[in-house]
């Protein structure tokens, strides 16, 4: 054991001895590669798993829709947001309005939406409402 007090240059010659000597005597490079390449087994998919709820079936009725000025989605995507307007929502909120702002999906089952944010105009005034939907659980 070296106890320096001061400049650090001042044992440098001992210390790299000291060094050099343990590393030589101490030092086994077949148990450092060995314990280098050990690979803890990673579980796929350990955790917490979701549970997908039924998404809503797609309306079978044929509903007009007004598109408005800057509406971008497919006349498709808005009667796939109307699915997702219950019974008390309507009486509540336009079903012809509701528009799916956006949707989160997992990669492990891409065509479920598992949370959707949804926006639909208000009866009582022209105020847009904004709804997030989870289509899944833990």
């Known amino acids: 054991m070296?106890?320096?007090?001061?400049d650090i240059n001042q044992i440098r010659e001992s210390l790299y001895a000291s060094l050099i000597n343990q590393f030589q005597n101490r030092f086994n490079p077949e148990l450092y590669q060995k314990a280098q390449t050990v690979l803890l087994p990673v579980p796929e998919n350990e955790g917490k798993k979701l549970t997908y709820l039924p998404m809503p079936e797609n309306p079978t009725e044929s509903t007009s829709v007004q598109l408005g000025l800057f509406d971008t989605a497919p006349a498709e995507q808005i009667?796939?947001?109307?699915?997702?307007?219950?019974?008390?929502?309507?009486?509540?909120?336009?079903k012809a309005s509701a528009?799916?702002?956006?949707?989160?999906?997992?990669?492990?089952?891409?065509?479920?939406?598992?949370?959707?944010?949804?926006?639909?105009?208000?009866?009582?005034?022209?105020?847009?409402?904004?709804?997030?939907?989870l289509m899944s659980k833990r």
């Open 99 to 133: 528009r799916i702002i956006g949707a989160i999906r997992t990669t492990d089952k891409p065509s479920h939406e598992n949370v959707v944010l949804l926006t639909a105009k208000q009866h009582k005034s022209n105020r847009f409402l904004y709804s997030f939907i």
């Open 79 to 94: 009667n796939r947001a109307m699915a997702y307007i219950n019974p008390l929502d309507e009486t509540v909120v336009q």
């Open 2 to 6: 070296v106890w320096q007090d001061g």
